[in-house]
C-alpha cells in the first residue's frame, strides 16, 4: 500500500512537471487524459485546457479540452455538495452525541426471540456495532469478513451487537442462519428505517458501523475490512 502510494506521488509530480515545461507543446495533448482527479487537480487541468485552446485553437483535442472542463466542472459541484452534506451529518451526529469519543448512546431491543439486550450490557468488551439489513446487498458481502474477525478474537475480548433495519423477521433470521453469524446480539424492532435506534445513531445508510472501547465510548464510525481490524487489535 505504501509502495503504491510512493509510486502515484511520483507519477503526479512527473505529470505536474511536464505541463507546466510543456504548454506550448503539442505533447501537452496526452496530459489532458492522465488528469482523473478534477477536485485536486483543477488547476492543472485548467492550465492544460487553455494551453490547447490558445496555440491548438481549432483540432480535436480543443473539443476534448471544452467537454472535459465541463465533465470536470460538474463532478467538481457534486463533490463539493456532497461534502457539505457529509459535515452536516457529522455536525448532526455530535449533537446528537453520536461521534468519536463520545459514549455511545444506549440502545435496548429485543432479540429473535423477544429478550431485550442493551448495548450497555458488553460494557467490558470491544464491541462492533453494526447496522445491517438481509435485503442490503453490501452488508451481506460484508458479513463474511466481520465473521472472520469474531472467530479471530472473540477469545480475546471482543464482541458484535448487530442491530438490523429489516421489517420481516422471517427474513432476517433466515438471514443471520445464512451467513453464519453465530454471535448471540442480533436486535431489531423491525421498523426497518422508522427504527428507533437507527434514528438514535442518524443511520441514513447502511452498513454502518460504530467500534465501541470497553469503557463504552466510540472510538471509530464507518471502519471495515483492514482497517477495522487494525483497529480492533490496538483496542484489545
Not at 448495548?119 to 472472520?148: H, I, M, Q, T, Y
Amino acid at each position: 500500500m505504501k509502495q503504491a502510494k510512493n509510486i502515484k506521488t511520483e507519477f503526479d509530480t512527473i505529470k505536474k512537471d511536464f505541463i507546466l515545461n510543456n504548454r506550448k507543446s503539442p505533447s501537452i495533448f496526452i496530459t489532458l487524459y492522465d488528469i482523473t482527479n478534477f477536485l485536486e487537480e483543477q488547476y492543472l487541468l485548467k492550465i492544460v485546457a487553455e494551453s490547447i485552446s490558445t496555440h491548438f485553437p481549432n483540432t480535436a483535442f480543443h473539443q476534448a479540452s471544452i467537454l472535459t472542463m465541463n465533465k470536470a466542472n460538474q463532478q467538481i459541484e457534486m463533490l463539493k455538495q456532497q461534502k457539505s452534506m457529509q459535515q452536516q451529518q457529522q455536525q448532526e451526529m455530535e449533537t446528537a452525541g453520536v461521534a468519536i469519543g463520545k459514549l455511545a448512546p444506549e440502545l435496548n431491543f429485543p432479540d429473535q426471540n423477544g429478550n431485550l439486550i442493551s448495548l450497555s450490557s458488553l460494557k467490558g468488551k470491544v464491541v462492533l456495532l453494526d447496522f445491517w439489513a438481509s435485503w442490503c446487498g453490501p452488508c451481506r458481502r460484508e458479513n463474511p469478513f466481520v465473521v472472520s474477525l469474531y472467530n479471530k478474537y472473540k477469545n480475546k475480548g471482543f464482541d458484535i451487537y448487530s442491530f438490523s433495519l429489516d421489517k420481516e423477521k422471517t427474513k432476517w433470521t433466515q438471514a443471520i442462519v445464512q451467513d453464519g453469524l453465530i454471535w448471540e446480539n442480533h436486535v431489531s424492532d423491525l421498523k426497518g428505517w422508522q427504527s428507533l435506534g437507527a434514528a438514535k445513531y442518524l443511520i441514513r445508510s447502511i452498513p454502518q458501523t460504530f467500534l465501541i472501547d470497553k469503557n463504552g465510548n466510540i472510538v471509530e464510525i464507518g471502519l471495515r475490512g483492514t482497517e477495522l481490524e487494525q483497529k480492533l487489535i490496538e483496542l484489545l
